[in-house]
């Protein structure tokens, strides 16, 4: 088509009068007829206005969703009262008043509201834990007027998570969830649910943020402007698809109303997770079983690394990284092909597989990059191994200062007082100046130094070597591994004390 409309052009360049502007009329055409084809077949990746009306999404999606209704039994309050003589004429006046005004006199029924959405036509629901915690009787109302009751299948505390069932004569309308992770800042949604008691609701935003974490191991959330109040919570959050790609869970207000700034679960965890409580009741998270702190710029420096990424393993117990061979000072990189930034987002991609699965994991290991075969355990057993933290007070003798640090070796006696195995090396910090570097990274007296650079020290002499030689090959900071009651973390102090 390009041929045809060059020799057009040329012909009305050498043409004159009107044949001539009837040629470049032609020509024109041409171009545009290409420049429409072009854009027929180049892909937008720009979302549309927003549509006129979201009833349609409403519609597709709206017979799916539920309000809950829990009931519990709460514990009497004791507290004084009014005293009137039994057989009194207003015995009977004053506890129906107290049972009014002061209904925690006794054992009461209390009832609270929430929402949820099936997830598949035999009954399964999901919500939010904190909605159906502590219930002894789960009802769910659904949009065409009908009501069943519930029974708890799982929860998950860690991102409150909780799967219901019900059963019905009839298969129930569900929704599926879909891809957060393809989720954009700016993208619609639409948020339904019970807010307030008020039974059901529509609202609708945009993401306004993605990956915010608010106080869990395992935060994933997204942020939202679509009106989120109290009763939302366990509600979908739909993309424009029709798909959840959220759980309504939590919102920032000093007035406990909506101000533009609610949470959602993002389905990226929620569906793992899910999955787990509807197979066994419970997560089944997989464990790696390390220490592990973040890579801050000056760690970085000390470690030799170009880049401030990835998980500094501190310590390294009895467990499955153990058994795969790693080692304290390792920085893991990469999980099972994932690239970790920090140590929340490692935590969060190994809870997301399975117990028993064997993963690589890429860590760097004294300037070098090693691939390690790690078979993960589970997590919930591990946790349920509490471990012992001594309190310690410290009198080392021999002080020497280093770096801003009063410094001296461990003895049995000091070793029995801090709660470590006989034999254990290191050095005990009897003292820190208050203008040092040390001081600035919290290190204080009673902490135990047992690695400098990397390197096992037992003596101030092999302390003070170690620091030296880093000055004398132009490094910033020296790398320190600290053990304060029995749990390690890596500080590079500067050089500059």
């Given at each position: 088509?390009?041929?045809?409309?060059?020799?057009?052009?040329?012909?009305?360049?050498?043409?004159?009068?009107?044949?001539?502007?009837?040629?470049?009329?032609?020509?024109?055409?041409?171009?545009?007829?290409?420049?429409?084809?072009?854009?027929?077949?180049?892909?937008?990746?720009?979302?549309?206005?927003?549509?006129?009306?979201?009833?349609?999404?409403?519609?597709?999606?709206?017979?799916?969703?539920?309000?809950?209704?829990?009931?519990?039994?709460?514990?009497?309050?004791?507290?004084?009262?009014?005293?009137?003589?039994?057989?009194?004429?207003?015995?009977?006046?004053?506890?129906?008043?107290?049972?009014?005004?002061?209904?925690?006199?006794?054992?009461?029924?209390?009832?609270?509201?929430?929402?949820?959405?099936?997830?598949?036509?035999d009954g399964y629901i999901v919500t939010n834990n904190h909605v159906i915690e502590g219930a002894d009787e789960i009802t769910i109302e659904f949009r065409a007027g009908f009501t069943l009751?519930?029974?708890?299948?799982?929860?998950?505390?860690?991102?409150?998570?909780?799967?219901?069932?019900?059963?019905?004569?009839?298969?129930?309308?569900?929704?599926?969830?879909?891809?957060?992770?393809?989720?954009?800042?700016?993208?619609?949604?639409?948020?339904?649910?019970?807010?307030?008691?008020?039974?059901?609701?529509?609202?609708?935003?945009?993401?306004?943020?993605?990956?915010?974490?608010?106080?869990?191991?395992?935060?994933?959330?997204?942020?939202?402007?679509?009106?989120?109040?109290?009763?939302?919570?366990?509600?979908?959050?739909?993309?424009?698809?029709?798909?959840?790609?959220?759980?309504?869970?939590?919102?920032?207000?000093?007035?406990?109303?909506?101000?533009?700034?609610?949470?959602?679960?993002?389905?990226?965890?929620?569906?793992?997770?899910?999955?787990?409580?509807?197979?066994?009741?419970?997560?089944?998270?997989?464990?790696?079983?390390?220490?592990?702190?973040?890579?801050?710029?000056?760690?970085?420096?000390?470690?030799?690394?170009?880049?401030?990424?990835?998980?500094?393993?501190?310590?390294?117990?009895?467990?499955?990284?153990?058994d795969g061979g790693m080692e304290v000072g390792d920085v893991i990189l990469t999980f099972d092909g994932e690239q970790i930034g920090d140590t929340r987002e490692l935590v969060r991609i190994?809870?997301?597989?399975?117990?028993?699965?064997?993963?690589?994991?890429?860590?760097?290991?004294?300037?070098?990059?090693?691939?390690?075969?790690?078979?993960?355990?589970?997590?919930?057993?591990?946790?349920?191994?509490?471990?012992?933290?001594?309190?310690?007070?410290?009198?080392?003798?021999?002080?020497?200062?280093?770096?801003?640090?009063?410094?001296?070796?461990?003895?049995?006696?000091?070793?029995?007082?801090?709660?470590?195995?006989?034999?254990?090396?290191?050095?005990?910090?009897?003292?820190?100046?208050?203008?040092?570097?040390?001081?600035?990274?919290?290190?204080?007296?009673?902490?135990?130094?047992?690695?400098?650079?990397?390197?096992?020290?037992?003596?101030?002499?092999?302390?003070?070597?170690?620091?030296?030689?880093?000055?004398?090959?132009g490094q910033k900071s020296v790398l320190l591994l600290i053990r304060r009651a029995g749990n390690p973390r890596f500080v590079a102090l500067s050089l500059a004390d």
């Amino acid at each position: 088509m390009l041929t045809p409309r060059r020799t057009s052009a040329a012909i009305a360049r050498t043409e004159t009068g009107p044949a001539r502007h009837r040629l470049a009329i032609a020509a024109l055409a041409s171009v545009m007829m290409v420049m429409t084809m072009l854009i027929a077949i180049t892909p937008v990746r720009a979302q549309s206005a927003p549509p006129a009306t979201f009833a349609d999404l409403v519609d597709q999606v709206g017979d799916a969703v539920v309000n809950i209704t829990t009931s519990s039994i709460v514990a009497s309050r004791q507290g004084p009262g009014p005293v009137v003589p039994e057989g009194s004429p207003l015995e009977d006046f004053f506890n129906d008043f107290l049972d009014r005004q002061s209904p925690d006199r006794g054992p009461r029924r209390s009832q609270a509201l929430g929402s949820g959405f099936v997830i598949s036509e035999d009954g399964y629901i999901v919500t939010n834990n904190h909605v159906i915690e502590g219930a002894d009787e789960i009802t769910i109302e659904f949009r065409a007027g009908f009501t069943l009751e519930a029974e708890l299948v799982g929860t998950d505390p860690n991102t409150d998570i909780a799967v219901l069932k019900v059963m019905a004569d009839a298969p129930l309308p569900f929704v599926d969830f879909g891809d957060s992770t393809a989720m954009r800042v700016g993208d619609w949604v639409m948020a339904m649910g019970n807010p307030l008691g008020q039974g059901f609701s529509v609202s609708v935003g945009i993401v306004s943020a993605a990956g915010r974490a608010l106080s869990g191991s395992y935060d994933d959330y997204i942020q939202t402007d679509a009106a989120i109040n109290r009763g939302n919570s366990g509600g979908p959050l739909f993309n424009m698809a029709g798909e959840v790609i959220g759980v309504n869970t939590a919102i920032l207000s000093p007035t406990g109303g909506s101000i533009g700034i609610g949470f959602a679960m993002s389905s990226a965890v929620v569906t793992n997770v899910v999955d787990q409580l509807r197979e066994f009741g419970e997560t089944r998270r997989g464990w790696l079983g390390v220490r592990i702190q973040d890579v801050t710029p000056e760690l970085a420096d000390g470690l030799g690394l170009a880049e401030a990424r990835g998980a500094l393993v501190t310590d390294v117990p009895e467990g499955p990284a153990r058994d795969g061979g790693m080692e304290v000072g390792d920085v893991i990189l990469t999980f099972d092909g994932e690239q970790i930034g920090d140590t929340r987002e490692l935590v969060r991609i190994v809870g997301e597989r399975a117990e028993g699965q064997t993963v690589p994991v890429e860590v760097v290991r004294e300037g070098a990059a090693e691939i390690l075969a790690v078979t993960l355990g589970r997590r919930e057993t591990a946790e349920g191994v509490a471990a012992a933290t001594p309190d310690a007070q410290v009198a080392p003798p021999a002080p020497t200062q280093v770096l801003g640090m009063t410094l001296a070796p461990l003895t049995d006696e000091l070793r029995s007082q801090l709660g470590l195995a006989p034999g254990a090396a290191g050095l005990v910090i009897e003292a820190v100046d208050p203008a040092s570097d040390a001081a600035t990274k919290g290190l204080a007296t009673g902490d135990v130094i047992t690695e400098v650079a990397q390197q096992p020290v037992s003596d101030v002499a092999g302390f003070q070597a170690s620091v030296q030689s880093a000055t004398e090959n132009g490094q910033k900071s020296v790398l320190l591994l600290i053990r304060r009651a029995g749990n390690p973390r890596f500080v590079a102090l500067s050089l500059a004390d």
